[in-house]
Structures are given as C-alpha cells and as structure tokens.
C-alpha cells in the first residue's frame, strides 16, 4: 500500500521569506499524482498544487513549487515570500494513476508565518 | 467560482442515533468521494462513488456507512447507529471525471458523538 511521510509536525517562517516542506512518498507505481492541500483553521481542505509523475518539470503555482525527485521518492513544496495568509495545515496526498481513485495523505505540516 | 458545499457545518448526536451529512458537489462533477480526519490525525478515504454505485471504499466504510445520491444534485453519507469514534471531520470531495485527477473539497461537517 502507498505511504506518504511528512517529517515535519511543524514549521515556522517569517513573513517574506521561504520556507520549504518536505514530503516523501512510497510506492511501486510509475504512474501517480501528487498534491498539496493547504487546510488553514477553518479546516477546509485547499488544493494548492499538483504535479503528475510522468511530467520531468517541477509544477509551480505563483508563490508555490515543488521540488519533485522522482527517483528518491520526494516531493517538497517551496513557498516563497511567505504571506500571514499562508499560516496553516499542508497535507501532501498521492493518487494513484490507474484503479484507484483515494487520495493518501500524510500527517501534514503545521506552519506558522511570524510578521 | 463553483465550489463543493456541506451541510451542517456542525453536528452533535448522541451515540447510537442516526446521521445524515448532505454534500452538493461542483455541478458537473460525475465521481464523488468522503473522506474524515479524526482531531490530530490524516485525513482518510472512506469511499468513491460514481454513477449510482460505490466504486472504492476503506476498511473503515462498514455496514454502518451507506451513501447516496437521492437527486441531481445532493450526495449524502449515512452513519446508521453513531459510535463515540465516529467523531470526526467529514470531507465531501468532487471531481469531474475519474482521470481528472484533482479533488475539490467541501468545507467539512464535524461530527461529535456524545
């Protein structure tokens, strides 16, 4: 069965600057997606980014990218110039490309924007 | 911009009663999901559902569970006799096709089982 690890319980950054979370995944698939949902403390569950496996380019969203490495399993999310409304719940989340629709997710990260 | 809704937003019942948590998902969506996060722990799958039928659930989807599109329009998600570990957040998800690969989730029901 697929894992996904997140190594992190929390994080903090100051506002403006970057800071990265770290994911890693486990599976015996080459065809996959993964994600990463922001949840902030009213608990709705935010899609931030995706990236399909198949694809070499890291995906990026404005302030948002990834740093996927396919081979070692791993796929961080690097926020630049951090913002307040960024403080929040990020859980990282792997579907599987073919006969199963559930997204997997980690334990998630909590992170905390200082001003 | 369309979104997936929930309702309730809050929940409180007491162990062994019935519950209905009702889900409109994003309007021309076809697949159909709920998830929950018990407090302090992932989100987990419950079950998938497309075209009238079930087409994936977890372990943790018993006899308990049942789901239902009763309308065009609504999805809802049955706990037929509430134990106190039922609770939880309840995510509803929707997408629009099974190869769309993006859930979009609803703002979840919590459910306390007193």
């Known amino acids: 069965a697929q894992t996904v690890t997140q190594s992190q319980p929390e994080m903090s950054v100051q506002e403006a600057e970057t800071v990265t979370l770290s994911c890693t995944y486990d599976?015996?698939?080459?065809?996959?997606?993964l994600f990463w949902y922001k949840q902030p403390p009213s608990r709705q569950m935010i899609l931030v980014i995706r990236?399909?496996?198949?694809?070499?380019q890291n995906a990026t969203e404005n302030r948002f990218s990834v740093n996927f490495q396919k081979a070692a399993k791993s796929f961080s999310l690097k926020i630049s110039d951090s913002q307040l409304g960024d403080a929040a719940m990020y859980f990282c989340?792997?579907?599987?490309?073919?006969?199963?629709?559930?997204?997997?997710f980690g334990k998630g990260t909590k992170l905390t924007v200082n001003p | 911009e369309p979104e997936v809704t929930q309702t309730p937003s809050h929940q409180v019942t007491q162990m062994g009663q019935e519950v209905i948590l009702r889900c409109v998902p994003i309007?021309?969506?076809?697949?159909f999901y709920w998830y929950r996060q018990i407090l302090g722990q992932k989100v987990e799958f419950l079950v998938s559902?497309?075209?009238?039928?079930?087409?994936?659930k977890s372990e943790i989807f018993d006899d308990q569970f049942s789901v239902e599109r009763p309308d065009g329009s609504n999805f809802t998600l049955k706990i037929r006799s509430t134990k106190l570990e039922d609770s939880a957040m309840y995510f509803c998800?929707?997408?629009?096709?099974?190869?769309?690969?993006?859930?979009?989730f609803g703002p979840g029901t919590r459910l306390l089982v007193l």
């Open positions: 998800a929707s997408s629009v096709e099974r190869d769309s690969r993006t859930q979009y």
């Open positions: 599976t015996s698939e080459s065809d996959y997606y």
């Open positions: 990236q399909e496996a198949y694809k070499q």
């Open positions: 989340a792997y579907r599987g490309g073919v006969g199963s629709e559930k997204l997997v």
């Open positions: 309007s021309n969506h076809l697949y």
């Open positions: 559902f497309y075209n009238n039928e079930i087409s994936e």
